[in-house]
């Protein structure tokens, strides 16, 4: 089964948990999901399953957003509340307006350190395991981009946020930041990934929605088809001797329309309208990256 899934994660398992079980109800091997959720987390992750997994890259590149709420006065090891307590600090509790200048800080391109309990691999071996038997180092700074932090709620010691951001971005370490520039700490208490890409918590499935409908043969109801999930990228309807060209990965001629519109890939339809290649342009050229299918 070709396709896109939008889980509705549920909290206390790991991504991989989630692959492993849609496996076993879809019954299909080749499952891969387009950006990890932390086990306490829940909301969209997005899974492709069957050639599909071939467009991951594409819909992981895709803006996300949480919500989330943070804890002041309080640090942990791992960044949010599963870790063990490291430091409880005495603070003067902050204004809206001081949070708010806080968030400024971190809006924008900036540097962000992966957590030292994350998925990031050292030689090879995930930093996570180095971290439970000490032997973690500081990872590098990544250059990640927030274009949004908005605060929705303020409960002392408790901060809602809105946070819309680019892949990459890890929300333990933003609230962990935000904590240190105001100088009381903070760790994550709650995280719900809300958007990725085009596909909403709205329209997520969970896994027992997606086990009934399995079971009764519907299954298809909920996935979105390979050329839906890429409709960010402009469609090219191409001839039948261009077809021929793209199949067996020749570059294209792009259409005047397209060009010097900011579009970096494009999605080729073969003659017959079905989906057949995604292709980069570049100088007036679409050059085949993914080919599909041949027509």
Same mark, same amino acid.
């Given at each position: 089964?070709?396709?896109?899934?939008?889980?509705?994660?549920?909290?206390?398992?790991?991504?991989?948990?989630?692959?492993?079980?849609?496996?076993?109800?879809?019954?299909?091997?080749?499952?891969?999901?387009?950006?990890?959720?932390?086990?306490m987390a829940t909301g969209v992750l997005v899974l492709c399953t069957g050639n599909?997994?071939?467009?991951?890259?594409?819909? !992981?590149?895709?803006?996300?957003?949480?919500?989330? %709420?943070?804890?002041? &006065? +309080?640090?942990?090891? @791992? =960044?949010? #509340?599963?870790?063990?307590?490291?430091?409880?600090?005495?603070?003067?509790?902050?204004?809206?307006?001081?949070?708010?200048?806080?968030?400024?800080?971190?809006?924008?391109?900036?540097?962000?350190?992966?957590?030292?309990?994350?998925?990031?691999?050292?030689?090879?071996?995930?930093?996570?395991?180095?971290?439970?038997?000490?032997?973690?180092?500081?990872?590098?700074?990544?250059?990640?981009?927030?274009?949004?932090?908005?605060?929705?709620?303020? !409960?002392?010691?408790?901060?809602?946020?809105?946070? %819309?951001?680019?892949? &990459? +971005?890890?929300?333990? @370490? =933003?609230? #962990?930041?935000?904590?240190?520039?105001?100088?009381?700490?903070?760790?994550?208490?709650?995280?719900?990934?809300?958007?990725?890409?085009?596909?909403?918590?709205?329209?997520?499935?969970?896994?027992?929605?997606?086990?009934?409908?399995?079971?009764?043969?519907?299954?298809?109801?909920?996935?979105?088809?390979?050329?839906?999930?890429?409709?960010?990228?402009?469609?090219?309807?191409?001839?039948?001797?261009?077809?021929?060209?793209?199949?067996?990965?020749?570059?294209?001629?792009?259409?005047?329309?397209?060009?010097?519109?900011?579009?970096?890939?494009?999605?080729?339809?073969?003659?017959?309208?079905?989906?057949?290649?995604?292709?980069?342009?570049?100088?007036?050229?679409?050059?085949?990256?993914?080919?599909?299918a041949h027509e």
């Amino acid at each position: 089964m070709d396709g896109v899934l939008n889980i509705n994660k549920p909290p206390h398992m790991t991504s991989h948990d989630v692959v492993l079980c849609v496996r076993r109800i879809l019954k299909e091997k080749r499952i891969g999901h387009t950006g990890t959720l932390d086990p306490m987390a829940t909301g969209v992750l997005v899974l492709c399953t069957g050639n599909a997994t071939r467009i991951a890259r594409y819909l !992981e590149a895709g803006e996300k957003e949480y919500r989330a %709420t943070m804890r002041l &006065g +309080v640090t942990t090891d @791992t =960044l949010d #509340a599963e870790g063990s307590i490291i430091e409880t600090r005495a603070y003067t509790p902050p204004s809206d307006e001081k949070l708010l200048e806080s968030f400024r800080l971190f809006t924008g391109p900036i540097m962000q350190r992966p957590p030292a309990y994350s998925a990031v691999k050292i030689a090879g071996v995930p930093s996570y395991k180095l971290a439970r038997e000490g032997k973690a180092e500081p990872l590098a700074p990544r250059p990640v981009s927030i274009l949004a932090i908005e605060m929705t709620s303020h !409960e002392e010691p408790l901060i809602g946020l809105a946070v %819309t951001c680019s892949k &990459g +971005v890890y929300i333990r @370490t =933003l609230c #962990a930041d935000i904590g240190e520039a105001l100088g009381m700490g903070a760790h994550l208490t709650s995280l719900v990934r809300t958007r990725s890409g085009r596909f909403s918590i709205d329209c997520g499935v969970t896994l027992d929605e997606l086990a009934g409908l399995a079971a009764a043969g519907r299954a298809e109801q909920v996935f979105t088809s390979m050329d839906e999930a890429l409709s960010d990228f402009p469609a090219v309807l191409l001839s039948e001797s261009d077809t021929t060209r793209v199949r067996h990965g020749n570059p294209v001629s792009c259409p005047a329309d397209l060009l010097n519109r900011g579009f970096d890939r494009v999605r080729l339809h073969g003659s017959t309208g079905t989906l057949l290649a995604v292709a980069r342009e570049n100088a007036g050229i679409l050059k085949p990256e993914t080919v599909f299918a041949h027509e």
